[in-house]
């Protein structure tokens, strides 16, 4: 089993920066394919970004490109989420998923783990 922990949540107000982070754990992880999706109150969870298993592809949310950038650690098996320019539309829970497949997908149904979460609230 694959355990994903989010970190680095919090209140930021409009037009700053956060980033967050996802550690991923368990005997069975090899460090597939991972992404972020983000789930505003009273609305569905939606694709925010995604990135394979090296590294080398990424895909952004239209809403979030040129704005947030995802990375990974894979020494440290941790996952990030630079997020800058913030604004009141990106209040959201954030999740961190993952899957075995070493190719990025926008798909939330592709991945197989996903952790509990991180708030983000950006206030105007």
């Known amino acids: 089993q694959v355990q994903l922990v989010e970190s680095g949540g919090g209140l930021v107000q409009a037009g700053g920066s956060l980033r967050i982070s996802c550690t991923a754990s368990g005997r069975t992880w090899d460090g597939g394919a991972m992404g972020w999706f983000r789930q505003a109150p009273g609305k569905e969870r939606e694709f925010v970004a995604t990135?394979?298993?090296?590294?080398?592809?990424?895909d952004y949310a239209d809403s979030v490109k040129g704005r947030f950038t995802v990375s990974r650690d894979n020494v440290k098996n941790t996952l990030y989420l630079q997020m800058h320019n913030l604004n009141p539309e990106d209040t959201a829970v954030y999740f961190c998923?993952?899957?075995?497949?070493?190719?990025?997908?926008?798909?939330?149904?592709?991945?197989?783990?996903w952790g509990q979460g991180t708030q983000v609230t950006v206030s105007s």
């Open positions: 990135i394979s298993h090296t590294g080398s592809t990424t």
């Open positions: 998923a993952a899957r075995g497949s070493p190719f990025a997908s926008q798909d939330a149904r592709h991945y197989t783990y």
